[in-house]
T-cell receptor, first 113, second 111 residues
Framework: AQSVTQLGSHVSVSEGALVLLRCNYS??????LFWYVQYPNQGLQLLLK??????LVKGINGFEAEFKKSETSFHLTKPSAHMSDAAEYFC???????????FGKGITLSVRP | DTEVTQTPKHLVMGMTNKKSLKCEQH?????MYWYKQKAKKPPELMFV???????INESVPSRFSPECPNSSLLNLHLHALQPEDSALYLC??????????FGPGTRLTVT
């Protein structure tokens, strides 16, 4: 079985501040982990993925995430928030040969001017 | 090119109507997916096609009928829907064990 926990429903940061969105996973086998972003009235866009190579993964738009097996975490960070980063962010896990993605409940990021 | 296209963008239908949603990808992906997403919720998996065969049906009501005519196309046929079926319907595709790429979705309203 696999699951994803994204604590909280909303994060608000000032423009230029650090963005940290938390994701913890549960998986009985080595996981594949993903972060997706969804802007209003759009589909999901893949930000980055972890597939058992480097533990620090760089994605698009300046985002990165670090896989920590000991903490079962895959937190998403960006050093400096832009107004355009305001969106819904979903962490997702896929385990083993099963192609089903399990999503976290998502977290809304707001960026204050 | 990592584009998945979906038509129509918006659809309003009555409870007695029959309509279809369409999805297309040209990335050579052999797995295609339908998801349903309600506001402020994560996508919920409905169906998975692998090599044009239905491999997963997440106990979806029979008023939703998927079809995969070829490796690039995925349809979702809708009939006798209920107002609670109003949602954003997302299509995605992937290599068999790869990351999923999503389309922009069809916003469905059932009146």
């Amino acid at each position: 079985a696999q699951s994803v926990t994204q604590l909280g429903s909303h994060v608000s940061v000032s423009e230029g501040a650090l963005v940290l969105l938390r994701c913890n996973y549960s998986s009985s086998v080595p996981p594949y982990l993903f972060w997706y972003v969804q802007y209003p009235n759009q589909g999901l866009q893949l930000l980055l993925k972890y597939t058992s190579a480097a533990t620090l993964v760089k994605g698009i738009n300046g985002f990165e995430a670090e896989f920590k097996k000991s903490e079962t975490s895959f937190h998403l960070t960006k050093p400096s928030a832009h107004m355009s980063d305001a969106a819904e962010y979903f962490c997702a896990v896929r385990s083993g040969a099963n192609s089903k993605l399990t999503f976290g409940k998502g977290i809304t990021l707001s960026v204050r001017p | 090119d990592t584009e998945v296209t979906q038509t129509p963008k918006h659809l309003v239908m009555g409870m007695t109507n029959k309509k279809s949603l369409k999805c297309e990808q040209h990335m050579g992906h052999r797995a295609m997916y339908w998801y349903k997403q309600k506001a402020k919720k994560p996508p919920e998996l409905m169906f998975v096609y692998s090599y044009e065969k239905l491999s997963i049906n997440e106990s979806v009501p029979s008023r939703f009928s998927p079809e995969c005519p070829n490796s690039s196309l995925l349809n979702l046929h809708l009939h006798a829907l209920q107002p609670e079926d109003s949602a954003l319907y997302l299509c995605a595709s992937s290599h068999t064990r790869g990351e999923q790429y999503f389309g922009p979705g069809t916003r469905l309203t059932v009146t």
